[in-house]
């Protein structure tokens, strides 16, 4: 039977649900709660190889290469069954667990998790002709897994999303074959603590994903994502967000690719020179990370000539409020961490995929949602920087 039949996604996550799916894997391991969006999700990952590119920051000088995931909506009445998957592959869990270690996340912990996909579907043609491409990148000194659950939520709207791992400003970037970039091999010219490092490191992303991007329309790539596909992704218009400096990097994309009409920025400096941008953009941050603290975001506003919002997160928000790493602490039974804030893990991702989602409605359907004019009785953690 497919388990999306019967399994139940309440918005706000309950105890006895948070209970009902960590007793689901008795033997050690944690299934993370699905999302409750109209759609199943697919997800496949693959290497891509720009042949055009040596990579900066390689001391062997190889082509630039990356990691990404796709995170494919799959409409439930078309998905025959869902596989449980490991979370993050052990490479890459094992070196996040020595990261956080040291704030009191004990080893092994992210090797325990597991997500839900959809893993056979009927027979449909795919990619959807009106399936529209979302590309997201990840925080400095993170990985593209550290977001697998916000990202599954996204796509469960309907919205194709696919995760870029940066190699090198990346914690640890593991490969299929097994092998993977530490971010201890950077090399002289890597990001670094000044702004100008930060912008040129900048170049080297915006660089990977206008080549992702450019990959997502070509069908054999599209192919080894999803085998029954029958052409490439239609990439002429797509969007992007992302978390820290891969919200800088959103930013920059839709500074410089035309392709790009929408661009979120959650909780990310901006880094660069400021121009002009006639497209909508969203600077999602804290209440005690906006523009009247965040100098580049001061600078940045008046260059944003289209739609613009800006809508900062409280509630016991941090940094790390815009991604995984709460929900995943609270379903480890963890105690509270100081960096990670007092928010519910649940109620954090369903408030950042609930307003991404909205901005991309409005960015491909030009769909108006309440939640982006202003406050929200739904959502009274969010306010809205004027």
Not at 301 to 327: N, S
Request: charged share 20%; hydrophobic share 35%.
């Amino acid at each position: 039977m497919n388990r999306f039949s019967h399994v139940a996604r309440p918005r706000a996550l309950s105890l006895s649900t948070l209970l009902f799916f960590l007793a689901f894997y008795a033997n050690g391991k944690i299934l993370i709660p699905p999302p409750e969006g109209k759609y199943a999700v697919s997800m496949s990952s693959t290497k891509l190889v720009d042949p055009s590119r040596t990579d900066p920051y390689d001391p062997n000088h190889g082509q630039r290469a990356v990691m990404v995931s796709l995170f494919y909506p799959v409409p439930i009445k078309e998905c025959e069954q869902t596989c449980i998957i490991d979370y993050m592959p052990p490479t890459t869990a094992r070196y996040l667990d020595a990261v956080t270690l040291q704030y009191g996340v004990p080893n092994g912990t992210y090797e325990q998790f597991q997500l839900e996909v959809c893993c056979k579907r009927s027979e449909r043609r795919t990619p959807a002709p009106d399936t529209k491409v979302v590309l997201f990148s990840h925080g400095l000194y993170s990985s593209r897994q550290w977001y697998n659950s916000l990202v599954q939520h996204i796509a469960s709207a309907g919205y194709a999303v696919v995760s870029i791992d940066h190699p090198y400003d990346a914690l640890v970037v593991e490969f299929p074959d097994g092998s993977y970039i530490l971010n201890e091999t950077i090399v002289s010219g890597s990001p670094d603590n000044d702004d100008g490092s930060y912008a040129k490191g900048m170049e080297v992303r915006a660089a990977d994903s206008k080549f992702v991007l450019n990959q997502l329309g070509n069908a054999t790539v599209v192919q080894e994502l999803l085998p029954e596909a029958e052409c490439g992704f239609q990439v002429k218009k797509a969007a992007m967000f992302g978390h820290s400096y891969g919200g800088a990097t959103s930013i920059r994309m839709v500074q410089t690719d035309k392709r790009i009409i929408g661009a979120l920025d959650l909780d990310g400096q901006v880094f660069g020179n400021p121009s002009d941008i006639h497209r909508p953009v969203f600077l999602f941050g804290r209440t005690d990370h906006n523009r009247s603290t965040e100098r580049t975001w001061g600078t940045y506003w008046d260059y944003f000539k289209d739609w613009r919002r800006e809508f900062d997160i409280g509630g016991g928000a941090t940094h790390l409020t815009f991604g995984d790493l709460v929900l995943l602490t609270n379903l480890a039974g963890i105690p509270p961490i100081d960096i990670l804030g007092t928010m519910d893990g649940a109620r954090a991702i369903q408030i950042t995929s609930t307003y991404v989602a909205a901005f991309l409605d409005f960015v491909f359907k030009g769909k108006k949602n309440p939640i982006l004019d202003g406050n929200s009785n739904e959502f009274p953690e969010i306010t809205r920087f004027e």
